[in-house]
């Protein structure tokens, strides 16, 4: 995808921590986060980031958030449901990890986290240069132009934000 096919947002309200400056001054990427899931939107997002990671040798963390939604069961079956959640997590990021072509010499880190996809993400830009995420998601309103985690990246995240609409 080139810059025309994706959205940027720069209305992150702090700068960036490890920004590094490329020839000609402009800021690039040393640290990309990426938000995944099992969505056709997440595996755009993915491709994009590792081609942006690949262009400046920049590292690269595959962030899976999930929400446990669960009501009226007791705490051991809350955490089965919690430890089946993240086995499962787990298991579709290595499989997109091994399905993806990750450019040679890049740092690619994965990482399962329990909670609001949006806030996970919007807490993990604080330590990132550049935010990537798909435009929809898993969501069940579609037709929207973007999805309510990306959005919320959108205005909440503290670096840029990256939303890689879905492929046509």
């Known amino acids: 995808m080139t810059l025309p096919d994706i ?23 040393t640290h990309i986060v990426v938000g995944v899931d099992d969505s056709d939107g997440a595996q755009g997002a993915l491709e994009w980031a590792l081609d942006e990671a690949r262009r400046h040798n920049a590292r690269v963390t595959l962030l899976h958030a999930y929400l446990l939604e669960v009501a009226w069961i007791d705490r051991a079956d809350i955490d089965r449901w919690s430890d089946a959640e993240r086995r499962a997590a787990e298991n579709a990021l290595a499989q997109m990890v091994h399905e993806v072509q990750a450019p040679a010499g890049i740092e690619l880190e994965t990482r399962v986290v329990e909670g609001n996809p949006a806030n996970v993400l919007i807490e993990a830009s604080q330590d990132a240069d550049l935010l990537v995420v798909g435009s929809r998601g898993r969501g069940g309103l579609t037709g929207l132009l973007l999805g309510s985690v ?17 492929a046509s």
């Open 7 to 29: 959205a940027l947002a720069t209305s992150a309200t702090k700068p960036s921590p490890s920004r590094a400056k490329e020839r000609g001054g402009a800021d690039i990427a």
């Open 150 to 166: 990306s959005q919320r990246c959108v205005e909440r995240a503290q670096c840029p934000v990256v939303v890689v609409p879905r």
